[in-house]
């Protein structure tokens, strides 16, 4: 079955830098959408960062482009996400998704397979 395993979260000063990961097993990852959430207390899921379907583009949410850089290692089966200059309104659990389809990799609804999540917290 599909797994999706975050690592790299932690507790980091503003201004610092974290680098999450998320191992993939069980899907097609070349072919996959691969995208990062993330959700904080009393709020909702919002988009953070995508590779569309076969990595034919690239999505940042306003909030964190130019902070944040989504990469991928298919030898590795792995999809990572650099943050930096993080702020305290970056902390959240991350999560890490994947999704076979072809639907806009921005929504959280097209996602099939989470992740546990990852816990960021930033303080100030």
């Known amino acids: 079955q599909v797994q999706l395993v975050e690592s790299g979260g932690g507790l980091v000063q503003a201004g610092g830098s974290l680098r999450l990961s998320c191992a993939a097993s069980?899907?097609?990852?070349?072919?996959?959408?691969m995208g990062w959430f993330r959700q904080a207390p009393g709020k909702e899921r919002e988009f953070v960062a995508a590779?569309?379907?076969?990595?034919?583009?690239?999505y940042y949410s306003i909030s964190v482009r130019g902070r944040f850089t989504i990469s991928r290692d298919d030898a590795k089966n792995t999809v990572y996400l650099q943050m930096n200059s993080l702020k305290p309104e970056d902390t959240a659990v991350y999560y890490c998704?994947?999704?076979?389809?072809?639907?806009?990799?921005?929504?959280?609804?097209?996602?099939?397979?989470w992740g546990q999540g990852t816990q960021v917290t930033v303080s100030s």
């Open positions: 998704a994947a999704d076979s389809g072809r639907q806009s990799p921005t929504s959280g609804h097209n996602y099939r397979y």
């Open positions: 590779f569309s379907w076969s990595s034919v583009n690239i």
């Open positions: 069980g899907l097609n990852f070349r072919r996959s959408s």
